[in-house]
């Protein structure tokens, strides 16, 4: 009996964040926001704040071999073209972990919101952090398309050994630039992602 009236007590707790989740993305993407794109950097209009400094050898996503975009989507973010810059169900999960089994945060963000943290925050597993990061993923959706979202993530994420952006990491593993890849090595590069500065 007491354990079925915990199952009941978590089943309803999560119930209960699963819906919070939802009113909350529904506040975060009923905001106005604003980016100003500047040569060399990204000003996020709502909060002031600059970006990471972008990379002078910025790769086009239409240089890169055909077929390209569609490995890096099934490596890194399979719903891409279906979500609007956050996964709800990973929200969900994420709450679920720190309020009620009090775990840290856990990963499973899209390529929208990796970008996000890129760009402009830090590593930091807090909701504080994880909301900040939904809301500027939101506004990057609004902002650029798919495709340009995509252009942004190669030159600009961590690739390990202390190289961001695709150029440098195509160069210290292949001595080759990202054009000259075969599809092959730009998959090996791309799962590199998952694990960076992994040997």
Same mark, same amino acid.
């Given at each position: 009996? $007491?354990?079925?009236? *915990?199952?009941v007590g978590i089943f309803s707790l999560a119930f209960i964040s699963f819906f919070a989740s939802i009113s909350l993305i529904y506040i975060l993407t009923t905001e106005e926001l604003f980016f100003l794109f500047k040569?060399? +950097?990204i000003k996020f209009l709502p909060d002031q704040s600059y970006s990471k400094e972008l990379?002078?050898?910025? !790769? +086009? $996503?239409? *240089?890169?071999p055909k077929g390209s975009e569609t490995i890096l989507i099934n490596i890194e973010d399979k719903k891409y073209y279906n979500h609007q810059g956050y996964s709800l169900y990973d929200i969900h999960s994420a709450l679920f972990h720190n309020f009620f089994l009090e775990k840290k945060l856990r990963g499973a963000s899209t390529i929208t =919101? =990796?970008?996000?943290?890129?760009?402009?925050?830090?590593?930091e597993k807090t909701i504080k952090r @994880?909301?900040?990061?939904?809301?500027?993923? !939101?506004?990057?959706?609004? +902002?650029?398309? @798919?495709?340009? $979202?995509? *252009?942004?993530?190669?030159?600009? !994420?961590?690739?390990?050994?202390?190289?961001?952006?695709i150029y440098f990491a195509s160069k210290?593993?292949?001595? @080759? +630039?990202? @054009?000259?890849?075969?599809?092959?090595?730009?998959?090996?590069?791309v799962q590199k992602l998952k694990r960076p500065d992994h040997k």
């Open positions: 009996m $007491i354990a079925n009236l *915990e199952r040569e060399n +950097s990379p002078d050898n910025w !790769v +086009s $996503i239409y *240089e890169l =919101q =990796q970008l996000a943290r890129t760009l402009f925050l830090n590593r @994880k909301l900040t990061e939904i809301r500027i993923a !939101v506004a990057l959706e609004r +902002s650029l398309n @798919k495709k340009e $979202i995509l *252009e942004y993530y190669l030159n600009t !994420v961590y690739w390990g050994r202390g190289f961001n952006g210290y593993h292949f001595q @080759k +630039s990202p @054009k000259d890849l075969n599809l092959d090595e730009f998959r090996e590069l």
